[in-house]
């Protein structure tokens, strides 16, 4: 399906109807956590909108697409001239759906399926990051990491709905869309969705 505000991205995309929580569950024992990756979220769509506004963000520079889920940033990046996408995620089917995702796209990225926030900053030019603020845990983890990158000149663009455990403080607003909330079909209500550069702190 088109990607809402994005129709030149198509993702395999879920409706909450379709039991994937109840497959993943089969697949994995109790209580899994649910498929992130099975839709575009609100951050995301934000950031791959305006990467594809601004091709110049990415043109041509090597991007670390950070918690890539569906992988609609990384491709968006890919689209838009990005000499090479590294897209990263924990979640082995997030890994699988970029996969398919990025086929479907005609676009060739780099996936690692595997926390890289305790290493060294890999050989980018730019990290973009789509909603990874959403629980404090994982704010805690990617924080650190984000600011490693910045000490390497590194640039680094957050895309979010304005999620509490975001680093408000350090965050300088650059764009804001109107996104669905996550699984949610064109038409449907929309919330402002920023797109951030991240400042050293």
């Not at 129709?7 to 879920?14: G, V």
């Amino acid at each position: 399906m088109p990607v809402p505000s994005l129709p030149e991205i198509q993702l395999h995309t879920a409706h909450e109807a379709t039991g994937l929580w109840r497959l993943r569950a089969n697949a994995e024992g109790s209580d899994p956590p649910p498929p992130y990756w099975a839709f575009p979220w609100g951050g995301g769509m934000a950031l791959a909108r305006f990467i594809r506004d601004r091709p110049q963000t990415v043109d041509g520079r090597r991007v670390l697409d950070l918690g890539c889920g569906s992988g609609l940033v990384g491709i968006a990046a890919m689209l838009a001239g990005a000499a090479s996408v590294l897209a990263t995620d924990i979640d082995p089917f997030a890994v699988a759906g970029t996969t398919l995702n990025a086929a479907a796209n005609n676009v060739a990225v780099t996936i690692v399926g595997e926390d890289i926030t305790g290493q060294a900053p890999p050989a980018v030019d730019i990290v973009l990051v789509g909603d990874v603020f959403y629980e404090p845990g994982l704010a805690a983890i990617v924080t650190p990491f984000l600011d490693r990158c910045l000490a390497a000149r590194i640039d680094v663009l957050i895309g979010d709905p304005g999620r509490t455990y975001l680093p408000f403080a350090r965050l300088r607003l650059i764009a804001e869309y109107p996104v669905p909330d996550i699984g949610k079909v064109e038409g449907a209500e929309k919330r402002p969705a920023g797109v951030y550069a991240l400042e050293p702190g």
